[in-house]
């Protein structure tokens, strides 16, 4: 029982789907339809990418980069800066979830060497909202980003520009809080660490690197899905098979299960029409709102379901993973990363996340009707 207890606290959004996608099964029977339901592409995409990631990320290749940037920082504020502005533009290729799950324990690391555990929560906060922000940018940067690029048929560059606008002013805005909110005392980063990498390391990292061209690849149309993930799996059982346990398969078991539970709600005329006249022609304000409570990758799944208007979408449901704890799940890493900290005070680390978001959310707000 204790078992399932904290499995269902760790995957809630799993579980709710889960839950969705059976209870919708009682009102649409199961048919040779329910596999129209699911997004292959979307699913296979996002496989692909997490493999590759997670190589990367076992020969600490984005640490390493990040080190090389971080020691050429002398004040507390410069560090910051870097943290967040590393956060920021990694995400936009390597998923926020990633991102954070790289940049955050660093910092901490980082921070404890130089004895400024007081900026542990200002600094992964910004880090949280900048990983958020910065992924918004293309559709490698999260997966309803991937999901949503994927149905709209838009070509990247078309993504890339309409989310740019609200890139560029997330980044100034993010600058100015650092600004605001970190001090400029001096700081001293004693310990550096020492990479020594193997012939068989250097050839994993240039076999992710292929990998990672093979998966933009397929994102921009240019290769078949199949084929993508037929190499990049060849890849990894012949020469790093642990690798394949790696990637959140939770995230693709939710995707399935949210993908049953709308593909149903369709097939219901009642429900069908209902949600159509919510989300339709409210598809931001609707997505923003429904993100706060549910986490924006539900959101876009079910919004999608009921609106054609998917640009529409992609700027709701990136705006709306700012707010609330659970509106992006990446969130969730970053605060696991934080309780874990000696004398965490969690608390207090929600009420300035909160606050921060909100600060944040409100200003998207307005950007975005700036702009429609």
């Excluded at 809630?12 to 029977?29: D, E, K, Q, R």
């Excluded at 600490?60 to 410069?78: A, D, H, T």
């Excluded at 949210?258 to 369709?266: D, E, H, P, S």
């Excluded at 923003?288 to 959101?299: D, G, M, R, T, W």
Aim: glycine share 4%; hydrophobic share 55%; net charge positive.
């Amino acid at each position: 029982m204790d078992k399932l207890k904290t499995f269902i606290k760790k995957e809630i959004v799993l579980v709710i789907s889960m839950i969705l996608a059976a209870v919708s099964c009682f009102f649409v029977c199961p048919d040779s339809l329910y596999f129209s339901y699911i997004d292959y592409r979307t699913l296979v995409i996002l496989l692909s990418l997490m493999i590759t990631m997670a190589g990367f990320q076992k020969q600490n290749v984005f640490k390493q980069i990040g080190e090389f940037l971080v020691n050429k920082m002398n004040s507390s504020r410069g560090v910051i800066i870097i943290f967040v502005a590393l956060c920021f533009i990694s995400s936009m290729f390597i998923t926020n979830d990633v991102a954070l799950l790289t940049f955050v324990p660093f910092s901490i690391i980082t921070l404890t060497i130089a004895d400024r555990k007081d900026l542990f929560i200002n600094t992964i906060v910004l880090e949280t909202i900048a990983a958020n922000l910065g992924s918004m940018l293309t559709p490698l940067g999260n997966p309803q980003n991937l999901y949503l690029y994927s149905l709209s048929n838009m070509a990247i560059g078309e993504f890339i520009m309409l989310m740019l606008p609200y890139s560029i002013a997330s980044a100034i805005v993010l600058f100015i809080f650092c600004n605001i909110c970190i001090d400029k005392k001096a700081i001293a980063l004693t310990e550096k660490t020492t990479y020594f990498r193997t012939t068989h390391d250097r050839k994993l990292i240039l076999m992710y690197s292929i990998s990672f061209l093979l998966s933009i690849l397929v994102v921009a149309h240019v290769i078949p899905y199949q084929a993508g993930l037929l190499i990049i799996l060849a890849f990894v059982l012949i020469f790093d098979r642990e690798i394949i346990i790696k990637p959140d398969y939770s995230l693709i078991l939710t995707f399935v299960f949210l993908f049953i539970f709308i593909g149903n709600i369709k097939r219901i005329p009642a429900l069908n029409d209902m949600l159509h006249a919510i989300v339709n022609s409210h598809e931001i304000s609707t997505s923003i709102i429904l993100s706060q409570f549910i986490s924006n990758v539900p959101a876009a799944i079910l919004c999608s379901g009921f609106t054609s208007d998917i640009s529409k979408l992609i700027i709701g449901t990136n705006v709306g993973g700012l707010g609330t704890l659970i509106a992006s799940m990446a969130s969730l890493i970053s605060f696991k990363q934080y309780v874990k900290t000696k004398n965490a005070d969690t608390k207090k680390y929600i009420t300035v996340f909160t606050v921060y978001n909100i600060v944040f959310l409100l200003v998207m707000i307005a950007i975005v009707f700036l702009f429609h």
